[in-house]
C-alpha cells in the first residue's frame, strides 16, 4: 500500500480529484453568483463570469489529467470505457459508475456553453441545470472511494465540508435575491383587472 | 361609398345589430347597389392576378389603418419577397382586433360590413399568394358577424378562412401578437424577426393588415370611390363611438359630428388614443384626420381614435389615467417596459395629484426618455409619447400642478 | 489600444432582444463607451441626451435622460470599442445582445 500509493501516477489522480472539487465548487459557487445578479462589492460582474468560465476550463483539463491518469495506473482496473461509461467499471462499480457520470455531464455542460451562441437559450440552460448534478455525484464519487484513498481521511472530509457550506451559502444568498426580485414583480404587477376603459374622467 | 352603413342582405339572416350608440354611421352615401347574391356582396370580386392586385393597391394609395399607416403595397412586396426567398407560402390576416381601449371603428366595420372585410381579405391573398386566411377578432366586438359572414362564403372563397379569437387585451392587435396568437400562442408582441422583413407565423411569412384597410381594398376594386376616414370619438360625456366623415375631415369635423357642442368645449385633444398625443385644441384647427395633415403638429391620427378634454377635465389627471393603463396592460416581456412604464404611471400620478415638484417633474422627463424605443414592440414609446405630449400641450397646467393648483378641476 | 483615424466611426451596431435581457448588466460593465446602465440595470445608450431632442410626438423633452434608444438602427459601435462589443454579446447571460453589420452578423 505505502510504495503503490507513491506511484507518482496515482498521486497525480488522488491530488487532482481534491483540487476538481474545491474547482467544481468555485465554479458552481460563481455560476450562482451570475444566475442570482449577485454584486459582490467591488467586483464587476463580469469578473464573477470570466471566474466561472475559467474555472470550468481548468476544471476540463484536470478532469482529464485524472482520468488519464486512473487509467494508465495500474493500481485499480479501470478501463478508459469505465472512465466514461457509468457502471461499468471493475473496480468499485457504484462509485467509480459516479465518477463517470460526472464526467458526462461535466463535458455536455462545458461543450453547450462553447456552443452556447449557436444554440437556443433555453437548450443551453436545460443541459446548464444539470451542472447541479455534477457537484453531489463527484462528492459521491470521491467519498465512496475514498476507502484505500484519502477521500473518508478528516482532511479531506473538512475540504468537502467547507465546500458545501460555499454552496449553500450561495443558494441562500440567490434565493432571497429571487423573493427580492419577485416581490418587485409583485408591486409593479397590474393594479387592477384590465377590462378596457372607456373615457379615462 | 360608405364602410359603416349595413348592406342589405339578400336571403340571409341580418347582421348582428350593432352594440348600442357606437355604431351610428353619418355618410349614408350612396344606397348599396342592389345585390347579386345571397351573400349580400357588391358584387363578386373583379378576377384579378397577384400583379393587378398589388397595381390597384398602389394606385389607391392604400395605407394601414390600425394606426402605422404604412403602404400596403410596401407590407405586400416585402411579404412576397420573403416567400419567394423562403420558399415558403405566405399567410394573410384580416385584423379586427383593436386593443386600443377608445377605439370603436373596426368592430363597428366588422359589424357592419364583414363581406368586405373578408372580401379585401381574399384580395390580399391573391396578391402574395396565401394558400390560408386568418381573422382575428375579440368576442362579442365584431367576431359573430365576421363568423358567420366566413360561413356564409366557405365555398366561394378560394382560401380558405380560419377564425383567431383574440381576448381583448391593449398588445393584441400588435401585428407580432397576431402572428403569434395564429399560432395558438399567446396574444403578446415579440421582436421583430433578425431580418427585419415581415412577421412570420411558425415560419412562414405573413400579411397583417387592418380590417378597415382590407375592407377598402375590397372597395377600390370594384372601383367605388375612397370613402373618409373612420373614428371613434370620445369624451368625459360621450361614450366612444365609431364613425364615418366624409373625405378631407378635419379634426374638428370628427368633435362635431360626434356632439355638435363637442368642439366649443374641448380645450385640449388626445389625437391617435392612448398611445397618441395631446393637441391643445388650437394646433387641431384647419388640420385634416391624416398623417400629412397632422405631421406639422407633430401628431399622426393613429387608428382614428379622439378623445376630447372638455371644460372641467385635467389633461393631466387624464394622462395620469392613461400611463396607470398602459403600465397595466404592459405584456411585461421587456424589462424596460414593464418596471419603466409604472415608474413613470407613478410620477405622472404625482404631477396629477399636485405633489411633484420642479425634481419630479425632472425625473418624469427623464422616465419619458427612458422607455424610448427600449421594448419589443413600440409598446413604451407610446406611452412615453402621450406623457411627453401631455407637458408640451399644456405647460400652464404643468405650473400650476407644481404649485398644487389646477387650472381646469378646482380644488 | 491606439487609437486609429476611424476608430470613432460606427463599425457596428448593437441591437438588444428585450424580451430576453433581464438586466444583469455586464453589458454596460463591458462596453462602458457604448452602453450605460438603467436604474434597473437594462442597458442604455451610453453618454448625454443629444441636445436637439427626439422624434416630433416621441420622447421625453429634449437634453433630458438618457440618449433615446434606436430601436430599428441599434445603438451605434465605433470601430475601437468592437472587441468589447463582441465580448459583450458572447458573455451576455441571456444571449440577449445582437451584434450587426462587424463583419458578418454572427454572434461573434
Known amino acids: ?201 | 361609398m360608405s364602410l359603416l352603413t349595413p348592406l342589405p342582405v339578400a336571403g340571409a339572416a341580418p347582421p348582428p345589430a350593432a352594440p348600442g350608440r357606437a355604431v351610428r354611421p353619418l355618410l349614408l352615401g350612396a344606397p348599396a347597389p342592389r345585390l347579386a347574391d345571397r351573400l349580400g356582396l357588391l358584387g363578386p370580386v373583379p378576377a384579378a392576378t397577384a400583379d393587378d392586385v398589388l397595381d390597384l393597391v398602389r394606385a389607391a394609395g392604400l395605407r394601414g389603418r390600425g394606426g402605422a399607416w404604412r403602404p400596403t403595397a410596401v407590407k405586400m412586396d416585402a411579404v412576397r419577397e420573403r416567400a419567394r426567398r423562403t420558399g415558403r407560402a405566405p399567410l394573410v390576416a384580416a385584423n379586427a382586433a383593436e386593443g386600443e381601449p377608445l377605439s370603436r371603428k373596426d368592430a363597428a366595420l366588422a359589424t357592419a360590413r364583414p363581406h368586405l372585410v373578408l372580401d379585401g381579405l381574399q384580395l390580399a391573398a391573391r396578391a402574395v399568394g396565401a394558400r390560408e386566411a386568418l381573422v382575428h377578432a375579440h368576442p362579442g366586438l365584431g367576431l359573430d358577424a365576421l363568423a358567420a359572414a366566413a360561413s356564409e362564403r366557405a365555398d366561394l372563397d378560394p382560401v380558405p378562412v380560419r377564425l383567431v379569437v383574440v381576448e381583448r387585451a391593449y398588445v393584441a392587435g400588435q401585428e407580432s401578437a397576431v402572428a403569434r396568437a395564429a399560432e395558438g400562442g399567446p396574444a403578446l408582441p415579440r421582436p421583430r424577426p433578425r431580418s427585419g422583413g415581415p412577421v412570420e407565423v411558425a415560419g412562414a411569412p405573413a400579411l397583417v393588415l387592418n380590417a378597415e384597410t382590407l375592407a377598402r381594398l375590397a372597395l377600390a376594386a370594384r372601383g367605388l370611390p375612397t370613402p373618409g376616414p373612420l373614428v371613434s370619438v370620445s369624451a368625459p360625456d360621450l361614450e366612444a363611438r365609431a364613425l364615418e366623415l366624409p373625405p378631407g375631415a378635419r379634426v374638428v369635423d370628427a368633435l362635431a359630428a360626434a356632439h355638435p357642442t363637442l368642439p366649443a368645449r374641448t380645450h385640449a385633444v388626445l389625437v391617435g388614443g392612448y398611445a397618441g398625443t395631446w393637441l391643445p385644441l388650437a394646433a387641431c384647427r384647419g388640420r385634416a384626420l391624416t398623417p400629412e395633415g397632422l405631421a406639422p403638429v407633430g401628431a399622426t391620427p393613429g387608428a382614428g381614435v379622439l378623445l376630447a378634454a372638455t371644460t372641467g377635465t385635467c389633461v393631466l389627471r387624464t394622462t395620469a389615467v392613461v400611463a396607470r393603463y398602459l403600465a397595466d396592460s404592459s405584456a411585461r416581456q421587456c424589462g424596460p417596459c414593464w418596471r419603466g412604464l409604472p415608474h413613470l404611471a407613478a410620477l405622472v400620478e404625482a404631477l396629477a395629484a399636485g405633489t411633484a415638484d420642479a425634481q419630479g417633474l425632472a425625473r418624469l422627463q427623464e422616465a419619458v426618455g427612458l422607455v424610448v424605443g427600449r421594448g419589443a414592440c413600440a409598446h413604451p414609446d407610446g406611452a412615453a409619447g402621450t406623457v411627453a405630449s401631455a407637458l408640451a400641450a399644456v405647460p400652464g397646467d404643468v405650473a400650476a400642478h407644481l404649485a398644487g393648483r389646477c387650472e381646469q378641476v378646482a380644488a | 489600444m491606439s487609437a486609429r483615424p476611424d476608430a470613432a466611426s460606427p463599425a457596428a451596431s448593437l441591437h438588444v432582444d428585450w424580451t430576453a435581457c433581464d438586466g444583469r448588466g455586464l453589458c454596460a460593465e463591458l462596453l462602458p463607451e457604448v452602453l450605460a446602465a438603467d436604474p434597473w440595470g437594462y442597458p442604455v445608450a451610453a453618454g448625454p441626451h443629444p441636445e436637439s431632442g427626439g422624434e416630433p410626438g416621441v420622447g421625453g423633452a429634449p437634453g433630458v435622460g438618457p440618449a433615446p434608444w434606436p430601436r430599428r438602427e441599434g445603438v451605434a459601435v465605433p470601430a475601437a470599442a468592437l472587441p468589447d462589443a463582441r465580448r459583450a454579446v458572447r458573455m451576455c447571460p441571456r444571449l440577449a445582445l445582437r451584434l450587426e453589420g462587424a463583419g458578418g452578423d454572427r454572434r461573434a
Not at chain 1, 17 to 35: K, R
Not at chain 1, 152 to 174: D, F, H, I, K, P
Open chain 1, 1 to 201: 500500500m505505502e510504495l503503490i500509493a507513491t506511484s507518482p501516477l496515482w498521486v497525480l489522480a488522488r491530488a487532482t480529484g481534491v483540487v476538481l472539487l474545491v474547482l467544481l465548487t468555485l465554479v458552481l459557487a460563481s455560476g450562482i453568483a451570475t444566475s442570482a445578479g449577485l454584486r459582490l462589492a467591488g467586483v464587476p460582474r463580469f469578473a464573477v463570469q470570466l471566474l466561472h468560465r475559467d474555472a470550468a476550463l481548468l476544471a476540463l483539463v484536470l478532469l482529464v489529467v485524472h482520468v488519464v491518469s486512473v487509467v494508465a495506473d495500474g493500481y485499480v482496473d479501470v478501463s478508459p470505457l469505465a472512465a466514461v461509461v457509468p457502471f461499468v467499471s471493475a473496480y468499485a462499480p457504484l462509485w467509480v459508475g459516479l465518477g463517470a457520470l460526472a464526467v458526462d455531464v461535466m463535458v455536455a455542460v462545458v461543450v453547450t456553453s462553447l456552443l452556447r451562441a449557436h444554440l437556443r437559450l433555453r437548450t443551453w440552460r436545460a443541459v446548464h441545470l444539470a451542472a447541479y448534478a455534477c457537484w453531489p455525484l463527484a462528492v459521491a464519487h470521491g467519498v465512496g472511494v475514498g476507502v484505500g484513498t484519502d477521500g473518508t481521511s478528516a482532511w479531506m472530509l473538512a475540504v468537502t465540508a467547507a465546500c458545501a457550506l460555499l454552496l449553500v451559502a450561495a443558494l441562500a444568498v440567490r434565493a432571497t435575491t429571487r423573493s427580492a426580485r419577485r416581490a418587485e414583480a409583485d408591486r409593479t404587477a397590474p393594479r387592477r383587472s384590465l377590462t378596457p376603459a372607456g373615457a379615462p374622467r
